[in-house]
Each structure stands twice: as structure tokens, then as C-alpha cells.
């Protein structure tokens, strides 16, 4: 098979994922701490802490071309610690790795990217702490985790930590139209606007949702979107809270019931709410005031979903809990 051919099988998200640091969107300040230890040579022992799809491993293996340039593939190891999480894996590859002679020019090291550190075990972790001491003159760590605080302290004392936040919808949207570009899809203003309702900061949703739709439907648009993602509508979220706002009480109902009876999970239906009321333009009548009591009534209710208590009687309580908060106004 050839390489171009492989290019266009492959997934968008690894398609078009940054190759330089100059390509990568969002979290501007990290990325230019990068660029300068891109430039000295010197990189630290990091820890990239944040969520999902915003960047992290990318911007390691980023740094890692600009460092090593053609040496890339034979100085940098990387291991994904949710598979790959236990002691004799700290023991035997990496100490493996971090012992083997590559040569670098003066002030390079061989880089270890540990993806999802967070789920490696303790006994893993106190291991890691060792190896990064013995091997410090030739080779880095660079872990990649989505809680930083799982990470155990002494690792953290040993490394930079850079914490990265969720992606802008603007940040999005300026990566998402120049795949849109770049692919020829055909797509609307209300298309690109529910991919970003959907990713919900993250990049490789966003993308992955983009190409899931293009795959399935002709035309990005809003409907197409919403079906291949399998959310409940934002529009008849919306609905549903103007009906709390005039204290229709059974008309509300109809349409979070209506949520229920098609398969959506309770977790589901509160979640997309909870994004409505957050990043939704509501009605003149809704004021901010309100706005965080139904953010309130809205939290209580997924803290007793959580619970286990996921039956319609709790979305109709949520229904009766926002016509009250709307009331009291």
C-alpha cells in the first residue's frame, strides 16, 4: 500500500494531528514554555496534566521532533500506562530503553512518553522514581495524564508540571474548518456548531464526530450531527426549559419523558442539559440568576443519578425543581 494511499484511509484525528508546535491550537502559554525548551535543548521531567483531546501527547511528541530531528524513532520510547501499567514494565522496558546507547547531538536526551500515567500502579510509580534518577543524564520523562494528583508526590517533585485546559469553541472551530476545507465536506453553519457542542472542548472528538458524519450522511448539518452522536437535541432542551420558565409542568415532561423513551441514558439527558443552560443564547426571561439555579437543581440531580438513581421519576423531579426555581424568580 502505498504512503498516500494510507494517508487518505487513515483517521482524521491522526491525519491531520500537529506535526510541530507551531501547528498546535489552544493553551498558547504552555506551548510557548515548549518552544523554548525546544530551542535550549535542555527539556525537563514533565507532567502534562489535563483533559481529554486538548493537546497533550501531541505536544510532546512535537518537542520530540524539534529536539532529535531524524533520530526521533530510535530516542524516544513511548508507552500507553493504562495497558502497560505495571511494575515489571518500569523494571524491564523502560529501564531497558533508558540504558541503551543512541547517538545525540550535545545536549539532547532520549525522551520516555508515558501516556495515561495516572492509571499506573503504585508499585509502578515508586519504581518510575528510582529509574528517573539513575538515568537522568540521558534519557527524560515526559507523562501524560489526565489527573495529576493520582501522580504520586515524589514523581511530582521531580518534573515540570504543565497543565493544560479544554479547548475554546473558537479553537475548535479554526482547526475543524481547515479539515472541512482540506476534505471538500459539505458542511453548514449549524453542522460546524453542534461538532462543537458535541466534542465539549475536546479535539479528537471533534474531529472523529466531523468524520463519523461525512461518513454516513452527504451534508454536515445540525440533524445529521446530533443522529450520528446519538445526543438528545439541544433544541428541545431549550424547549423544555422555556416550558420550566412559564411553569408548564406537564408540557416539560412530555419532552424530557420523550428523551427517555428513546434509550438515552438519565446520566445522558442531564448531561446535555447541564451544556444547554451553560452554553446556550436562553430567553430574555432567563436571567443569570436563574441560569445558576438551574445549574444548581441540575447538579443535585446528576449527584443522585451518580447514586444509582436513574429512574424517570428523577427526571421528573428535575422537571418540578426548575418550574419552582423559575417561579421563586
Not at 518500569?90 to 532520549?110: S, Y
Not at 479528537?204 to 443522529?227: G, H, I, W
Amino acid at each position: 500500500m502505498s504512503k498516500n494511499l494510507k494517508n487518505e484511509l487513515a483517521p482524521w484525528v491522526e491525519k491531520y494531528r500537529p506535526q510541530v508546535l507551531s501547528e498546535i491550537v489552544g493553551n498558547e502559554n504552555i506551548v510557548d514554555r515548549l518552544k523554548t525548551i525546544a530551542k535550549e535543548g535542555n527539556i525537563p521531567n514533565i507532567i502534562l496534566s489535563g483533559p481529554p483531546g486538548c493537546g497533550k501527547t501531541t505536544s510532546v511528541w512535537a518537542v520530540a521532533r524539534e529536539l532529535l530531528g531524524d533520530k526521533v524513532k530510535d530516542a524516544v520510547l513511548e508507552l500507553n500506562a493504562s495497558d502497560e501499567r505495571g511494575i515489571d514494565v518500569v523494571r524491564n522496558r523502560i529501564k531497558t530503553f533508558a540504558q541503551t546507547k543512541v547517538t545525540l547531538p550535545d545536549g539532547r536526551h532520549k525522551i520516555i512518553i508515558l501516556d495515561e500515567a495516572d492509571s499506573m500502579t503504585q508499585g509502578a510509580q515508586q519504581a518510575l522514581r528510582r529509574t528517573m534518577e539513575l538515568y537522568s543524564k540521558t534519557t527524560r520523562f515526559a507523562l501524560a495524564c489526565n489527573q495529576s494528583e493520582k501522580i504520586i508526590e515524589p514523581i511530582q517533585s521531580r518534573c515540570a508540571l504543565l497543565r493544560y485546559n479544554k479547548l475554546s469553541p473558537v479553537e475548535l472551530l479554526m482547526r475543524v474548518k481547515e479539515v472541512v476545507k482540506a476534505e471538500n465536506v459539505n458542511a453548514d453553519d449549524g453542522g460546524l456548531e453542534a461538532i462543537l457542542f458535541t466534542a465539549q472542548g475536546d479535539m479528537r472528538q471533534a474531529l472523529n464526530n466531523l468524520q463519523a458524519t461525512v461518513n454516513a450522511y452527504d451534508l454536515v448539518n445540525k440533524e445529521n450531527v446530533l443522529k450520528v452522536c446519538d445526543e438528545p437535541h439541544p433544541d428541545l432542551m431549550k424547549r423544555m426549559l422555556m416550558f420550566c420558565t412559564e411553569g408548564k409542568f406537564f408540557e416539560a415532561s412530555k419532552i424530557i419523558h420523550e428523551f427517555h423513551r428513546l434509550g438515552f441514558s438519565s446520566d445522558d439527558i442531564v448531561s446535555t442539559l447541564f451544556r444547554v443552560v451553560k452554553t446556550v443564547e436562553l430567553s430574555k426571561k432567563v436571567s443569570e440568576q436563574l441560569r445558576m439555579e438551574y445549574i444548581r437543581e441540575i447538579a443535585k440531580c446528576h449527584m443522585r443519578i451518580i447514586q444509582g438513581l436513574t429512574s424517570k421519576l428523577q427526571l421528573s423531579r428535575l422537571v418540578a425543581d426548575l418550574c419552582r426555581v423559575s417561579a421563586a424568580q
